[in-house]
């Protein structure tokens, strides 16, 4: 298997981390490894796969040696690395927000619409986390059924807002529990013990940034523009893993039995709904793992083709690192 | 004003002194009161409005020197309570489940309901904690423009389930934080910096009790019994407060404004829904009011008549003892 030349931007944050982790958990053909992250990270040593790798700050021709670079930055970040990563002629898998509505950029859930990267050059986006774990649970109702409406409401952890947020929630729980205030940084108002309904800005019809995300990217992952989605995001005092709770119209009467053997069938997602044995979707059984899980699987008593569902994943795992390194498999399996 | 004999059952639990607390603050006309509780704290004394009083067992004619009883325990010990309570002559305030959609038995949010109160008898229910959140934040609209469909998705803390679950998310915390797993015993599975979706036992339709509770007593709070209503509850790891995303399906078509100064005549309702300023309901500053909060009012972007917003309330306080505090206040005005 020929050896593809990695970089990685934002190499010291959390999703760079796990992007690491995975590279080397599947055992992707990395051959030169270039990571780089902020001035405040440069110098620092990383060891991946038992080698030692200097952290590097970006310059003109960082990546003019790379064939493939994953941008694990944010927004603002992205937007000046991916050009120069593209036009130095590396293919980009970006997780942040900057090109996934892009025309002519595929945002890619490689279980749901990997057919999308053949031969793809250029930028490749990979989607808002819960955007991930909800198009892999829809996708196998969309193909199977037709979806006429969806309306969620997300319940996401800290580690979604990076490293900084994960210390404010162990900052805040430990001093909530000593009798303390929880103090607010990285987030607005206090997240220990607390919930926030607010990820990201607001716009102007009063919807967050994630909520936006969540229901523009679903649209355009599944090829359904005009699928009426409504959101709602909450931030909850969770550390990893993000849960979404999902009514759904489908195009044709389904039971919830036809439902959990439709979505048995897909790739990337796992039934857990034996609720009688107290078994079901939670983020202490996704973290850690790839699998997006889905359970709760049930009939709205009012409407023939409305049904109810709980979707969990690890949300630096299928929602950020895992989904990106599957794209660069299913793209690298196109290169040859 | 006349003093009221009152008789509060399950006085050591969290409800029953959440309740004990509010008739102080509320400065309701107690005249003899009486504490009961299981036998375990039989002889334990507490102190109410600077006086003794020690924890009485439940015998025959316990409540016959009772006017009006508060029933604070589960569902099965009012079941055995309540009926006593009535034969020997009180007016007893239900918060369990048993008695809720019994016909004949008021179902009672003051603020919505109160005119099932005047001369009544007997048994009044006061509904569940989330419920009673739900009710008075849709009760406007249902009033003014109708409702046609309603769809909730909760966030609900641990003190719901009493105090040892309260001490279950501690020690987990402590657990989680220190490195270790937590454990469950009140909870099938660890709370601490988790999400059940799970909260009483499952139908064979696959909805939890709760679920059900919020479905089945919203209908007949709002005298709908018709209404679309669905629910998917979880439990979050908070201590106090719950937490609602809603959807809602107006009879007429109404702007988020409209809903606003709706919600704003509302008594127990307040909107705080100032999103470019970050204001927002969030649990921390429900917890110790009793009022219900409101905000991320907006409108549906695919349907005309749909709007979505987020409730937050003290789950002890008005989704429990101070809506029963209420209920007693609002009963007492028409003894006069």
């Known amino acids: 298997m020929p050896q593809i030349a990695v970089g990685v931007v934002g190499a010291t944050g959390l999703v760079g981390e796990m992007t690491l982790q995975q590279l080397a958990e599947r055992?992707?053909?990395?051959?030169?490894?270039?990571?780089?992250?902020?001035s405040r990270s440069r110098g620092q040593t990383l060891t991946w796969s038992g080698q030692h790798f200097t952290v590097e700050t970006i310059r003109e021709g960082s990546f003019s040696d790379c064939q493939l670079v994953f941008c694990c930055a944010g927004t603002d970040i992205s937007r000046q690395v991916v050009p120069q990563a593209v036009a130095e002629g590396a293919v980009v898998v970006d997780k942040s927000n900057a090109f996934r509505l892009q025309e002519g950029v595929p945002l890619v859930v490689p279980e749901v619409n990997s057919h999308h990267l053949a031969g793809h050059r250029g930028i490749i986006a990979n989607p808002n986390c819960t955007t991930i774990q909800l198009a892999v649970a829809l996708s196998p109702l969309a193909r199977a059924v037709g979806l006429a409406r969806v309306v969620v409401s997300t319940y996401q952890s800290v580690s979604g807002s990076g490293r900084q947020a994960v210390q404010?929630?162990?900052?805040?729980?430990?001093?909530?529990?000593?009798?303390?205030?929880a103090d607010a940084a990285v987030y607005p108002h206090p997240?220990?013990?607390?919930?926030?309904?607010?990820?990201?800005?607001?716009?102007?019809?009063?919807?967050?940034?994630e909520e936006r995300k969540l229901m523009t990217e679903t649209q355009k992952i599944l090829s359904l523009p005009?699928?009426?989605?409504?959101?709602?995001?909450?931030?909850?005092?969770?550390?990893?893993?993000?849960g979404i709770s999902v009514m759904v119209e489908t195009g044709e009467t389904v039971?919830?039995?036809?439902?959990?053997?439709?979505?048995?069938?897909?790739?990337?997602?796992q039934v857990v709904d034996q609720v009688e044995q107290l078994q079901?979707?939670?983020?202490?059984?996704a973290a850690g793992q790839d699998q997006v899980l889905v359970g709760r699987i049930r009939k709205d008593e009012s409407f023939d083709r409305v049904l109810h569902f709980w979707?969990?994943?690890d949300n630096l795992r299928k929602g950020a690192a895992t989904n990106a390194v599957q794209i660069a498999e299913a793209l690298l399996s196109t290169w040859e």
Do not use: C, K, W
């Not at 055992?27 to 902020?38: E, I, K």
């Not at 439902?259 to 069938?265: F, N, P, T, Y």
């Not at 079901?280 to 059984?285: E, F, I, L, Q």
């Open 255 to 269: 039971t919830p039995e036809q439902v959990r053997q439709l979505m048995a069938g897909q790739e990337g997602l």
């Open 280 to 285: 079901y979707p939670m983020p202490v059984n």
């Open 311 to 313: 979707v969990v994943a």
């Open 168 to 181: 404010e929630l162990v900052r805040g729980s430990q001093q909530v529990l000593a009798g303390q205030t």
């Open 226 to 242: 005009a699928l009426p989605l409504a959101a709602t995001a909450v931030r909850v005092p969770l550390f990893y893993g993000h």
């Open 27 to 38: 055992a992707f053909p990395v051959g030169d490894l270039r990571l780089f992250a902020s």
């Open 191 to 209: 997240i220990a013990f607390n919930l926030l309904p607010h990820i990201d800005g607001f716009d102007d019809e009063g919807f967050s940034g």
